[in-house]
């Protein structure tokens, strides 16, 4: 049953004319175009990911909204296992300490490599903060951080 309902749904896939797809009925199977799902997967590659989720606010304006700040304090900021050596790579990231003390929307700014990066987000999500205050109201701040050698 499973097996019919797919092969219906590639079939209906093919015809639409998706580039790089297409597919027979009678076999029911899905051939791919090489190049043209490479071209897919590199354009993919190129789009900007997180650009319009940041926007920069300018301390001045903020200042006269919140005359008395506190920034965040960290509560719980377990280390994650990384293993540099003195010429290795440094991760940075990015997040936000929500007005609940957790960290929401990590952001790797600048990569160590994949396994690294992972491990760096894996930790930081488990990282608990006293939130900012802004006149004396828990509210969200942005944190960067740096991970290299000590």
Same mark, same amino acid.
């Given at each position: 049953m499973i097996t019919k309902t797919l092969a219906a749904c590639v079939v209906i896939i093919?015809?639409?004319?998706?580039?790089?797809?297409s597919a027979t009925s009678s076999q029911s199977r899905v051939r791919l175009d090489q190049p043209a799902?490479?071209?897919m997967e590199d354009q993919l590659r190129h789009l900007p990911v997180h650009l319009s989720e940041f926007s920069p606010v300018s301390e001045p304006l903020a200042?006269?909204?919140? #005359?008395?700040?506190?920034?965040?304090?960290?509560?719980?900021?377990?280390?994650?296992?990384?293993?540099?050596?003195?010429?290795?790579?440094?991760?940075?990231?990015?997040?936000?300490?929500?007005?609940?003390?957790?960290v929401h929307s990590p952001f790797i700014l600048?990569?160590? #490599?994949?396994?690294?990066?992972?491990?760096?987000?894996?930790?930081?999500?488990?990282?608990?903060?006293?939130?900012a205050l802004c006149n004396g109201v828990p509210t969200d701040s942005e944190a960067r951080i740096q991970f290299g050698i000590r």
């Open positions: 093919g015809v639409t004319g998706i580039p790089g797809w799902l490479a071209e200042l006269p909204r919140c #005359g008395n700040v506190r920034p965040p304090e960290a509560l719980v900021t377990p280390d994650p296992m990384l293993q540099f050596d003195e010429e290795g790579p440094r991760v940075r990231v990015s997040f936000i300490v929500g007005a609940d003390g957790r600048d990569s160590g #490599g994949t396994r690294e990066d992972q491990m760096v987000l894996r930790a930081v999500g488990r990282w608990r903060y006293r939130p």
